[in-house]
């Protein structure tokens, strides 16, 4: 998350415009009714108008920076990968690349196997991540090194 939206939802929480239960991970808005409808990924996302211009939070958002975590330039992982745990202790603050590397559900064998096949010059990026289940970005960024850096 970007400096100025971490700014803008701390004043949304401060000015009461969210109500964050930690050990629930609920959110309530300012009815004291729970926020969030599911994104087609499966997260909990809600809206709040702040100065006149609508902006779009992640639950796991609204928890962490309400829990205090510093989430700038960094995304929220869900420890136990359930996209709807939202409680506080079930989230951690993470760069984009480990976030990506900790969901995958790669094994070290598969990294370098993925790399022997892009290695032989057969095989397009997308095969490879249908063959292994995963989006072709996270194949991009294993082949550039980008990811496991450590895995030869």
Known sequence: ????????????IENGRFTVNLDT??????KGNVVG???WKGYLKTTCTVGGKKYSFMIHEIVATAGGLDII??????????????WFSNLEPMSQLD????SAKLTLEQVREIR????TG???QRRIAEEFEVVPELISMIVNNKVWREVV
């Open 1 to 12: 998350m970007n400096r100025e939206r971490y700014t803008i939802l701390q004043q949304a």
């Open 25 to 30: 991970g609920l959110v309530y808005g300012k």
């Open 37 to 39: 409808s599911p994104t």
């Open 73 to 86: 330039g960094k995304e929220v992982n869900h420890v136990d990968k359930l996209k709807s745990h939202n």
């Open 99 to 102: 976030n990506i590397r900790y």
């Open 116 to 119: 022997r096949l892009w290695a």
């Open 122 to 124: 057969n095989y397009l």
